[in-house]
């Protein structure tokens, strides 16, 4: 079916749509062979609460952004390659359901579909993409991932030396390895993760102690129900989305 949609009038039509949706300031979207399966609303796992924002998935690429005005303009364009795809499960809790982790080298994070047959289709969709990736290029499976963002609202004391409180003053930093929300004191170091930025970026004292010496840490992203399922979640952030933070 993609190779027959890869040229057609239609799909290029579908794909010009989405590219005007974005206006001047997304990336252009239209490529040779370049196929859009499908699009819809998922709401995103984001730090400061979860966030209903627009999904499109091609044959080679997933792209989402924030909703401007419904079906008619998006902004925030993010472009994931399907090649560095990993999704996993997640199970329900709260008030968040069918939801599942997109895993990647440089950024992980969960989404959630409205219903259990929505998140079957899209989970099935991404791994046929990911599966057809793979194969056409002879590559492996990507085994390094970003880990997943604990909410600010999961924590209200730091999760590593669970004394520091959070204040206005006291703010929450995230560990760019574990994924924690840690205090600023207990997350002063850097270290180099080139998979993530060229440049050193913060982590938590422990993490840094590991990544020193060499030991293998266990990703966030692979116990992301068992890590969430021990904080409460109880005080949801009133405050802006803030995905694109540097702390």
Known sequence: MVDRLANSEANSKRIGVVEACFGTAGQPLAIPGRV?????????????????????????????????????????????????????????????????????????????????????????????????????????????HAAVWVPDSEATVCMRCQRVKFTPVNRRHHCRKCGFVVCGPCSEKKFLLPSQSSK??????????????????????????RQSSEISSNNLSDDDDDDDSSD
């Open 36 to 144: 859009l399966i499908g699009e819809g609303v998922l709401t995103k796992l984001c730090r400061k609460k979860p966030k209903a924002r627009q999904f499109f998935l091609f044959n080679d690429i997933l792209v989402y952004g924030n909703i401007v005005i419904q079906k008619k303009k998006y902004n925030k364009q993010h472009i994931i390659p399907l090649e560095s795809v990993t999704i996993d499960t997640v199970e329900d809790e709260g008030d968040l359901h069918n939801g599942w982790l997109i895993k990647t080298p440089t950024k992980s994070f969960a989404v959630y579909a409205a219903t259990a047959s929505e998140k079957t289709e899209w989970m099935s969709h991404i791994n046929k993409c990911v599966s057809d990736l793979l194969e056409k290029s002879g590559k492996s499976p990507t085994g390094e």
């Open 200 to 225: 050193p970026v913060r982590v938590c004292e422990f993490c840094y102690k590991q990544l020193s010496t060499g030991a293998t840490l266990p990703s966030r992203s692979d116990s992301y129900n």
